[in-house]
């Protein structure tokens, strides 16, 4: 055979488009888990972590006896050198060693994927710490669900792929606990705190009663999200309402606190408050980009025995 008629008999064999990798989609929710741990190691180096409610405790205090610790080492002189105090300031490098391992963590990594699994239960102790300081508040646990899994997300991505079908199940699980947190927040399922009715009034320049209409309009909103995300008709404008949203109230922190009459115009107080809660755009984000072509994906999905799915429905 001539090379010309090589040449031409290659041509006509049918091409096969190889799969390319979703890195936008899986960049979301690297982003996502790195600006979370950024802002909580932030949290526990400049201000304090939330862990007091769960350490000043008497069985905490009979654990450490048992240890020979005495009160007076234990609680301190109130300079913050005592056990707890101490340790609380040191918990800071958790956090930020966990945000590093998100940056280079790659598929087939298994420490890497399994620090990042100890992170998301740093995380869940840090929240849970949060609703037992709020006087045990459903809300305040559930809305932080984006922040504890979306580590967990990050692992699964690399590991069980970006499509694959439990991946995109949990990302649907961590947006509807975020929203339906905020949402029984705005809508007054439960009491609103004061820093939404303060942030909606600061941004707006509106008066409390328009305050307490939208924010209760927000709340409706909210719960549509939950409910939409789940419908493969609706899930699309959902998550892209979701994406703009969880944006929205993750500045509205800075936007409402800092000021040019602050030093460093408040950003050592108020920036890291929008950095952890990148989780909440940034999952309905990579839904988003999961969703954009659902036919194509579906149809490769089908052809792989379902491996990789797009989504339920």
Avoid at 55 to 75: E, H, P, S
Wanted: net charge positive; charged share 10%.
């Amino acid at each position: 055979m001539s090379r010309a008629e090589l040449n031409a008999s290659v041509s006509l064999r049918p091409t096969v488009d190889k799969p390319k990798p979703d890195k936008l989609p899986l960049a979301c929710l690297r982003w996502g888990a790195f600006l979370c741990f950024a802002g909580w190691a932030w949290v526990h180096f400049y201000w304090e972590g939330p862990y007091g409610v769960l350490l000043w405790q008497d069985a905490t205090y009979d654990l450490a006896t048992r240890f020979g610790i005495t009160w007076d080492d234990f609680v301190g002189t109130g300079a913050d050198d005592g056990l707890v105090q101490k340790w609380i300031a040191r918990i800071w490098w958790l956090y930020l060693v966990c945000a590093v391992l998100t940056l280079t963590v790659r598929k087939g990594a298994w420490i890497q994927m399994s620090g990042l699994v100890v992170g998301s239960g740093l995380l869940t102790v840090l929240c849970y710490a949060k609703y037992v300081a709020s006087k045990y508040q459903l809300p305040m646990f559930i809305e932080h669900g984006g922040q504890m899994l979306i580590p967990i997300l990050l692992v699964m991505a690399l590991s069980i792929g970006v499509r694959h079908r439990i991946t995109v199940i949990t990302a649907i699980i961590a947006v509807i606990l975020t929203f339906a947190g905020h949402g029984s927040y705005a809508f007054g399922l439960w009491p609103t705190p004061g820093n939404f009715h303060a942030m909606t009034s600061v941004i707006l320049g509106v008066e409390y009663p328009t305050t307490q209409t939208l924010l209760r309009i927000a709340g409706v909103l909210d719960f549509l999200v939950c409910i939409g995300i789940c419908i493969p008709s609706l899930r699309r404008a959902s998550a892209c309402y979701a994406t703009v949203w969880g944006f929205l109230t993750a500045i509205a922190r800075p936007v409402a606190g800092m000021s040019w009459g602050l030093n460093y115009w408040g950003a050592d107080q108020y920036l890291h408050e929008a950095v952890l809660r990148a989780p909440h755009f940034l999952i309905p984000l990579y839904l988003l980009l999961i969703w954009r072509q659902p036919g194509r994906t579906d149809a490769a999905t089908s052809r792989t025995g379902g491996q990789q799915a797009a989504g339920p429905g």
